[in-house]
């Protein structure tokens, strides 16, 4: 790679990383969910040995497509998530302890740490990497309740930890499976690629939740973050590959690879298919985005229609974001135009 192609690459991460501070005011009416995401010292060892991951990364990897799925718009009012990484491992002697238990200890770790610190979450949930845990464990219908509401799930997965997770979490705040669905709901008893979104039975018990005082807190500042429309963003086809599956590579079969990616073991030749995530490098300065590998500018023009979508009266916040959007469509057009021509 020449010296413009780094140049053109490093000006595109600036611009990102710009994006995921910037701040819209914009009113919407949203339900903030704040969640404190722990993991343990099973997590750190195994996306330290196995994947080659740093294990905060990975954590920020599994609370972004989390945020993602929480905050589907098929849910009415849309759930604004904000993540709290805590630095604490959760570790403990565990040897002969039952699930009910782990996740009781659990509940009173995170109760306790919120009682000492400045910071308050509505709900906890620990990834942990010990396998011989089931893959999700929670307390039906505990959300309003201090003492449970926490939910810990196995992560060794790039693609199915984050879904695990919310479907636990929602279990958490009373909802049921959708049994007799036939659509790829978030909430399908049976997973698969494809996810949607939530159904209306979803949306039946979220409309008695959501109108709880008791358990959220309205809050009208929503935070515009890039990495919340691009959860993958920070991987490529075959990264996500290698940390979600464990498989070294990304074949070639699937035709597109930005709605179903097919990802192979160079040891014993298996394959396995999983879905993308949106944000997923599939070509230089292209992104999956809604099932396609597109260019940055393109998805960012979308993003600004949908913030202008949204907004249900004229405010300061929209027109800045509105402002800095273009600006960034301006530099990448810039960009792509400099790579060409290097």
């Known amino acids: ?28 009416d949203k339900v903030t969910l704040t969640i404190a995401v722990y993991r343990d010292q099973a997590y750190v060892d195994y996306f330290n040995s196995v994947n080659n991951l740093d294990d905060l990364e990975a954590l920020k990897i599994h609370s972004s497509a989390m945020k993602y799925f929480l905050g589907s718009d098929s849910l009415e009012p849309q759930i604004d998530v904000q993540f709290i990484i805590r630095d604490t491992l959760f570790t403990f002697e565990e040897y002969g302890i039952s699930t009910d238990t782990f ?3 659990f509940n009173d770790f995170h109760n306790t740490e919120m009682k000492s610190s400045s910071a308050k979450w509505d709900h906890a949930i620990l990834l942990t990497g010990n396998g011989s845990k089931p893959e999700g464990l929670t307390n039906f219908g505990g959300f309003c309740n201090v003492n449970t509401s ?36 978030i909430m399908k008893q049976e997973l698969g690629p494809g996810i949607s979104g939530w159904s209306k039975k979803s949306q039946t ?80 300065f292209k992104y999956c985005w809604r099932g396609d590998c597109r260019s940055l ?9 949908k913030l202008v979508d949204t907004t249900t009266q004229p405010l300061p916040g929209p027109t800045l974001i509105q402002a800095i959007l273009k600006i960034f469509i301006k530099i990448t057009r810039f960009i792509n135009f400099f790579y060409n021509r290097s």
């Open 297 to 305: 500018t393109n998805i960012l023009h979308e993003i600004n229609e």
């Open 103 to 105: 996740l009781t200890i």
């Open 150 to 185: 926490g939910t810990v799930v196995k992560a060794e997965s790039l693609h199915i930890t984050p879904l695990m997770g919310v479907r636990y979490i929602a279990r958490n705040m009373g909802m049921e499976w959708d049994i007799q669905s036939t659509d790829n709901y």
């Open 1 to 28: 790679m020449g010296l413009g192609k780094w140049t053109a690459l490093s000006i595109t991460l600036v611009i990102l990383s710009i994006s995921s501070t910037l701040v819209d005011s914009r009113k919407q």
């Open 205 to 284: 018990f979220w409309d008695k939740l959501s109108n709880n005082k008791e358990c959220f807190k309205r809050d009208l500042t929503v935070e515009f973050n890039l990495l919340n429309y691009l959860p993958g963003f920070r991987t490529d086809l075959n990264q996500q590959s290698a940390l979600g599956t464990a498989f070294t590579y990304r074949t070639n079969e699937s035709s597109s690879p930005c709605q179903e990616l097919i990802c192979g073991n160079s040891t014993t030749k298996e394959t396995t298919t999983v879905a993308s995530l949106p944000g997923i490098r599939c070509d230089k």
